[in-house]
């Protein structure tokens, strides 16, 4: 689910990368940096740059990975033995640098322990551990005249709010609006002084995700000049977001981005 128009990665292919550390950083996200060889064919952009992820099935002893690096990646994809196939994932960088590219993984793991195959490779990644990468752009790309910036998100688009304020200009204004599980999963990243960064949490973890963030959007008080909003996550929360700005707030469509992430009680595929 989406309105935007992403700014084109810059020559992509799909690269064979490795694990090259993992660690917890917070109660709900664990960080893998990965590097290799690889990743110097990586051409990093800033802002909420995203890419799809390969990661391996269980029993997996090496990966099978697409050739291809346009839409037609895709039709490869399918045409490999489901047994064969890569499980895909879309992360956003959370940060880059020669050498380690850091991707945070919000971790889930239910009463009986059990966890999604993302939540599970970042629980279990060691060094040395492959997975494949494709860059597929920065989905950040204002295109109307504004004033300032409005960031919205849950935990998963943690580091797309991340990766825009530490790419902004040092005078930018605005604000960023960011629900989480606990506070405990604050971090701290580059952000200019005039953008007011506002983290909400959830109580203990408990709730529907975005619904808090969605609430505290719509008792806010803001700017009233022309923005660009930007709101990524949970499906709920971000077609509820759109709705409230447009409908209560008067902001043109035209200026207002929005992608769902994921949606509240479906599992991705």
Not at 32 to 45: A, K, Q, W
Not at 98 to 107: H, I
Not at 230 to 241: D, I, N, P
Request: glycine share 10%; with cysteine.
């Amino acid at each position: 689910m989406a309105n935007f128009k992403i700014r084109k990665p810059v020559d992509p292919h799909v690269l064979l990368l490795e694990v090259v550390t993992s660690e917890r950083v917070s109660a709900n996200v664990v960080r893998v940096t990965l590097g290799g060889e690889g990743l110097d064919r990586f051409t990093p952009l800033g802002f909420d740059q995203w890419f799809r992820l390969f990661l391996p099935r269980p029993g997996q002893d090496t990966l099978k990975l697409p050739t291809r690096t346009s839409g037609l990646w895709y039709a490869q994809y399918l045409a490999t033995a489901k047994p064969k196939r890569p499980i895909v994932r879309n992360y956003t960088v959370r940060a880059y640098r020669p050498g380690g590219l850091d991707v945070d993984f919000v971790v889930h793991v239910d009463a009986d322990g059990h966890s999604g195959p993302a939540s599970a490779f970042a629980l279990a990644a060691k060094p040395g551990d492959q997975v494949g990468l494709l860059d597929q752009g920065v989905g950040y790309h204002p295109r109307a005249e504004h004033d300032w910036t409005l960031l919205v998100a849950d935990e998963t688009g943690l580091p797309a709010v991340a990766g825009i304020c530490a790419s902004l200009p040092d005078d930018a204004q605005g604000v960023a609006i960011v629900e989480l599980p606990s506070l405990d999963d604050t971090q701290d990243f580059r952000v200019p002084d005039g953008v007011d960064l506002r983290w909400v949490a959830r109580d203990g973890g408990h709730g529907v995700p975005g619904k808090l963030a969605l609430e505290t959007l719509t008792a806010a008080e803001l700017p009233t000049s022309p923005v660009w909003a930007y709101l990524v996550g949970e499906s709920a929360l971000v077609t509820g977001g759109r709705r409230h700005l447009v409908q209560d707030r008067a902001v043109p469509k035209t200026n207002i981005d929005f992608i769902g992430y994921w949606r509240h009680g479906h599992a991705a595929m």
